[in-house]
């Protein structure tokens, strides 16, 4: 049985692809058959990423590929332990469609209300279209300090809403990183690394508790 996690987002540039990619990095890494599906034709994020990471001799993360929706996307995934969907980063229709197909929903969020509050109406919108609240995560992505990292789980523990153990600080080296093809789970810096896994980690578990 293969599982489906989503990324979506109200808005570009919270974490979406940077989270997909590290956890199909680290799926791949626990010997997990993984597909990865940029659903953002227009940027293909997740795609120009598999490129630089190939050009770099970097060993791939699974097989990656761009589709226009998530009904293409689940074509053919019997061979696969597991779906990554890198959803466009934008809310749409589409949005609930990936939702709808998907076993776990991730929304990236940042610290500042710009973030917060599109990224609580969006699952607001999804629960109230039937996605049940027990599908869907936060991430922390984006956070420059432990006191705003405690002010948003605070802030969005009220929601009733799932929130993803760990965070992703706001760290120059994560996007240097990224630009030579590999995850935030790979950089120069071990802190960096063990901050990062500790998010990835808790996607993994809400994996295993499906």
């Known amino acids: 049985m293969t599982i489906c996690i989503s990324f979506i987002s109200q808005k570009g540039g919270v974490g979406k692809s940077t989270l997909a990619r590290a956890l199909a990095r680290e799926a791949n890494e626990q010997k997990l058959n993984v597909k990865v599906a940029d659903l953002d034709t227009q940027q293909g994020t997740v795609i120009n990423w598999h490129r630089r990471r190939l050009h770099s001799n970097y060993p791939p993360v699974g097989s990656v590929e761009s589709f226009k929706t998530a009904d293409q996307a689940l074509k053919n995934i019997d061979n696969y332990d597991l779906l990554i969907i890198d959803g466009p980063a934008r809310a749409s229709k589409a949005t609930l469609d990936i939702a709808q197909q998907s076993d776990i929903v991730i929304q990236p969020t940042g610290a500042s209300m710009d973030d917060l509050e ?6 607001h ?5 039937g996605i049940p609240k027990s599908k869907l995560y936060f991430a922390l992505c984006r956070i420059g300090t432990d006191s705003e990292l405690d002010a948003c789980r605070e802030y969005l ?11 992703l600080f706001e760290k120059p080296a994560y996007r ?13 810096y071990q802190s960096l690394n063990k901050r990062a896994d500790e998010l990835i980690q808790s996607i993994v578990d ?3 508790s499906e």
């Open 118 to 123: 599109p990224a609580i109406l969006l699952f």
């Open 125 to 129: 919108e999804l629960f109230k279209a």
């Open 176 to 188: 240097q990183t990224q630009n030579l093809g590999l995850s935030i789970l790979e950089t120069s």
């Open 157 to 167: 523990g009220q929601t009733g809403y799932n929130i993803l153990g760990g965070c």
């Open 206 to 208: 809400s994996i295993k």
